[in-house]
Nanobody, 127 residues
Framework: VQLQASGGGSVQAGDSLKLSCAASGRGRTVKDYAMGWFRQTPGQGRQFVASIKWDGRTTYIDYVDPVEGRFTISGDNAKNMVYLQMNALKPEDTAVYFC?????????????????WGQGTQVTVSS
């Protein structure tokens, strides 16, 4: 699967951004994967932000603690898209954000579990 992330930008603290991740290829949809958002700052590895996984009628969602209550991950299977709505942005949210897909992740909140990655999109939050 190919992933294309978009929606980053430069905003002020307290503003909102919505990141999008378009999936394509292999005749599969986002619901066939566990989908994750990660972020990376200079000199650091990719850190887990949020994940979503569909299992029949159940959707599993998880967030890293610093974004809980401010960020919302969602997916649209018909459009083959995954989104990350980011509200009440803080300067510490500044990073390059990546979307990723995993077929059978052992652990959903570690980058090593994900096989497919999109290019990053820069999010810069000024105080």
């Amino acid at each position: 699967v190919q992933l294309q992330a978009s929606g980053g930008g430069s905003v002020q603290a307290g503003d909102s951004l919505k990141l999008s991740c378009a999936a394509s290829g292999r005749g599969r949809t986002v619901k066939d994967y566990a989908m994750g958002w990660f972020r990376q700052t200079p000199g650091q590895g990719r850190q887990f932000v949020a994940s979503i996984k569909w299992d029949g009628r159940t959707t599993y969602i998880d967030y890293v603690d610093p974004v809980e209550g401010r960020f919302t991950i969602s997916g649209d299977n018909a459009k083959n898209m995954v989104y990350l709505q980011m509200n009440a942005l803080k300067p510490e949210d500044t990073a390059v954000y990546f979307c990723a897909a995993a077929e059978k992740p052992l652990t959903h909140n570690v980058a090593q579990s994900y096989t497919y990655w999109g290019q990053g999109t820069q999010v810069t939050v000024s105080s």
